[in-house]
C-alpha cells in the first residue's frame, strides 16, 4: 500500500518520469519556511549565494526539518522504498523580473550517482507559475540514454556548470509545472528539464531535494549524506549530522565538509573550488 501517492500517481511517475502536485503542507506552513529563509538572507543583506544554496539543511534546523518532513518522505518511498537518504538540497530561487533560467539537462550529467534510482522532491515555497519561470519536463525522456551536455558557465543559468543537452530537445512535447506554495513535484534524475525566466513581480523559491535509496552509490568520490528514513545497510556514503543549532560551529563544519566533497563531484574536470554564485 502506498503511504501518500496513489497507485496511479506511482505508475505515472514509473511511465513519465514525474508526478505533480502532490500537497504536502498548508500555505501557511509554506510562508513559515520561506520567512525562515527570509530572515537569514535579512540578516546578510543578500540573496542566497553560492554554497550557501546547497545542503542548507546542514545549516539550519528549519532546513532539516523540511527535508525530514514526514509527508515529502511519505511520497519518496512510495517511489523508492523506505530507506532513504537525502543526498543534496538546492535552493533554486528567481528573483522578481531576473534573467536567471535552467537550460534544458538530465540531473544525472554530473553527479556521479549508479544506479539511477535518484528522486528530486521540489518544493514550492512560493506559487510557481507559467509567469515567474516555473520547471517544464519532457515526459518520458527519463527512459532515453544519458545525453551528451556541453557546459556553457552562462552567467544567468542556474545550474553549476550552465550545462545543457547538446542535442535539439523537442519542446513542444515540454510540459509546465504550476505548483501552489505547500505542493511538490517529484522527477527522476534522468528527465529532461528546464525553466525560463521569471517575468513576475515576486520571487519565485522552490527546494529540490534529492532522495536516493541507500543501496546508490556516488562513483566519483567518497561522498556523504544523511539517512532520514529506515536504515543504511550499505554505508556507501559517510552519515552527515542534523544540525543542533542554526549555524553553530559543527553545523558550519559539517556543511564545509559536505559541500566541499560535492563540489568535488559535481565541478570534476575543472578549475572550480565552490559553488557557483
Ligand atoms: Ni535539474
Known sequence: MPKLLSAAAVEQYNHDGYFFPTAVMSRDEAARYRRCLEEHEAGTGAPLQGNWRHKMHLLFT???????????????????????????????????????????????????LDPDDVITAWVALSDVTPENGYMQFIPGSQKVDQLPHVDTFHKDNLLSRGQEIAVEVDKSKAVGIPLRAGEISLHHIKLVHGSDANRSNDRRIGMAIRYIPTYVRQTKVRDSAMLVRGVDKYHNFD?????????????????????????????QGTDKQEFRA
Do not use: M
Open 62 to 112: 528549519w532546513a532539516d526539518e523540511l527535508v525530514h518532513h514526514p509527508k515529502i518522505l511519505d511520497a519518496v518511498e512510495d517511489v523508492i522504498g523506505p530507506d532513504i537518504l537525502c543526498w543534496t538540497s538546492n535552493f533554486f530561487i528567481k528573483e522578481a523580473h531576473s534573467p536567471g533560467f535552467v537550460s534544458w539537462h538530465q540531473d544525472s550529467t554530473y553527479w556521479g
Open 239 to 267: 552519515d552527515e549530522p542534523r544540525p543542533k543549532a542554526d549555524l553553530d560551529p559543527a553545523a558550519l563544519a559539517a556543511h564545509a565538509d559536505a559541500v566541499g566533497r560535492q563540489v568535488k563531484a559535481l565541478y
